[in-house]
């Protein structure tokens, strides 16, 4: 089936340790999106992607690296900069305007 | 700059009865509105949206939303609410010049027996 798969579901790291959260879509959409969702704050933009090989800040970039190198891959790496990382993030994609979102992936800093 | 505002964190609403979850929002060009659920730990769900034409938007799971221009809202609705569409509900805007879409912080939608 078609779909966005995010991994792994449950991650947890020390302080000071870069962490990388996969993202795979093959719905064939051409753009996709990474946002984090905290208690309270909704969802926030990290960062998106529009085509391969381009990608741009979302509103809350600090801290944190992406890259697209084939379409259906959108990985985000949580640097140790991100002061704050513990939080659920989601990937999605959109071909048409709604977005096809994955099941998510909490992060936990120990 | 884009903005999306939902002024309620929690929606109660009896069995049976109407419910309204409000949005408003901010664009310098032509909106695309949508509305998402998420039910505990999971992904978000589309529901319906707005690009153009017909002001009144029919979607997933009985529910319906109207955009108004002049008001810059897209309140979802639906006429009877049943105890499964407790969620937690989400209105995300995105200006039809850019790729960009964000998200409103969200209303907690809990429906009584």
Known sequence: DGGI???PKYLFRKEGQNVTL???????????????????QGLRLIYYSQI??????????????????KKESFPLTVTSAQKNPTAFYLCASTLTGELFFGEGSRLTVL | AQSVAQPEDQV??????????????????????????????RGLQFLLKYITGDNLVKGSYGF???????????????????VSDSALY????RDSSASKIIFGSGTRLSIRP
Not at chain 1, 30 to 38: F, G, K, N, T, V
Not at chain 1, 52 to 69: C, L, M, T
């Open chain 1, 5 to 7: 798969t995010q991994s």
């Open chain 1, 22 to 40: 996969s993202c795979e879509q093959n719905l064939n959409h051409d753009a996709m999106y990474w946002y984090r969702q905290d208690p309270g």
């Open chain 1, 52 to 69: 391969v090989n381009d990608f741009q800040k979302g509103d809350i970039a600090e801290g944190y690296s992406v890259s697209r190198e």
């Open chain 2, 12 to 41: 109660n609403v009896a069995e049976g009865n109407p419910l309204t979850v409000k949005c408003t929002y901010s664009v310098s060009g032509n909106p695309y509105l949508f509305w998402y659920v998420q039910y505990p730990n």
């Open chain 2, 64 to 82: 319906e939303a109207e955009f108004n221009k002049s008001q810059t809202s897209f309140h979802l609705k639906k006429p009877s609410a049943l």
């Open chain 2, 90 to 93: 989400f209105c995300a805007v």
